[in-house]
């Protein structure tokens, strides 16, 4: 099997954009550079890539354009092309039902078609220097326990919860279920420890900058990446993994914590892929994208959320990304097998309770998740949730009964990658 890696810039030109995170502000400048980060995988005739954006999100629509692009140029499957978004809120809002649905109640921007036809032009670029740097590897794969994320639900006895982003006297207190895995695959020039690519997954909202800057930023992810390559002669390849409703420590803290957040996550994973463990030969690749078909929230489920001092206004607000309450979709999800590592493309924000399900579940002796690959449906929280209420609970458009289903239809198909 071989691999290459590549990196491509996708800031928008001259800044204009509004900036995906909280409310649609415009941004002012860009602090640091946004980019796609690619890593394309040849065995055989079988060729995958994965990209991972400097973005909030994607929706289906403009993955289905980006991977038709990708299709035209390369002898490559649909179903065997992974996208994921690292979630940075202070990169360009891309997401069409956003305007189209009046969501903030802005309408379409301008810069919308000129930088769509930017970042299918990129993708393709970035997608071909990836294909034309693939070389032989050796695998090698680690773990490292990385603290500096936090669950931002806080519960009391008395059956209430309190978000910890808006109450941040409780982040020293703070308690709820987090995953700290920093999850590294390092593929290293064959007979070396030395990596040429770094993959590496961590369940964290990158939003340590967040509101407090309107510059465009990649957050954490771009300071994590900038100091791989400073130390190293290889180009990492970030993603967040299963961060539902897991903060950095101190959100919106300015672009201080984003380097010291960002110094943390990229010491441990050079150190640690260092003393990483060595894959035997041969290695499989493997792909695999299914549906599965799960409801869309009806306004009686909103209903049955508890909104403690929220009101109906936090209904009509949610409602409206909805796009046909009550109605069934296909909701997509993807497969990426690496010997004994599965990569699992999720259709929004999968909290990190799903995620560690599925991790101690899966099949594979690795597991990580992608973050909104396959769609953005915003939240999938696990049921329990529903019945505490928050931001989680009320900002998703499936169904709370779908996340069983939606996990059991992910499991399976992991059995069936497993057994190929």
Known sequence: MHAGFAEIVITPPNADCLLAGYALFPATGVHDDLYASALYLVEGDHHAVLISYDLLAMEKALIAR???????????????????????????????????????????????????????EKTVEVAQIAAAACRPFHLRVNRAHVDENMNRRFFLPNGNYLGVPDHKDLIPITHGHTDKELGILAFCTP?????????????????????????????????????????????????????????????????????????VLATAAMMRAYDAHHVMEPLSMRT???????????????????????????????????????????????????GPVLLIGVPGELDS?????????????????????????????????????????????????TARPLINAILDAAEALAKE
Not at 79 to 106: N, S
Not at 317 to 335: H, I, K, Y
Not at 374 to 381: E, R
């Open 66 to 120: 980006l991977k038709a692009a990708i299709c035209a140029r390369f002898p490559i499957q649909p179903e065997a092309i992974l996208f994921t978004c690292t979630h940075t809120h202070e990169g360009p809002e891309v997401r069409e039902r956003k305007f189209r649905d009046r969501w903030y109640g802005e309408e379409r921007p301008a810069y919308l078609d000129g930088y769509l036809a930017l970042l299918t």
């Open 191 to 263: 007979g070396t420890r030395r990596p040429f690519g770094l993959f590496l997954n961590y369940a964290m909202h990158p939003l340590t900058a967040g509101q407090s800057s309107s510059l465009i930023s990649a957050d954490v992810p771009g300071v994590v990446r900038a100091l791989i390559k400073e130390s190293t002669d290889c180009l990492p390849i970030y993603t967040t993994g299963a961060a539902g409703d897991n903060h950095p420590k101190a959100p919106e803290a300015g672009f201080a914590e984003t380097r010291r957040v960002g110094a």
């Open 288 to 338: 695999l994208t299914r549906s599965v078909p799960l409801q869309l929230r009806t306004r009686a489920e909103f209903e049955q959320i508890p909104a403690t001092g929220m009101g109906e206004r936090v209904i009509d607000e949610n409602l409206c990304r909805v796009e046909a309450p009550g109605t069934t979709v296909d909701v997509e999800f993807s497969l990426l097998a690496i």
């Open 353 to 401: 309770e799903l995620g560690s399900v599925l991790k101690w579940f899966s099949p594979f002796q690795y597991t990580y998740i992608l973050y909104q690959a396959t769609d953005s449906l915003d939240y999938i929280a696990h049921p329990n949730a529903y019945r505490w209420g928050g931001f989680e609970a009320f900002c998703g458009q499936l169904s709370p009964g």
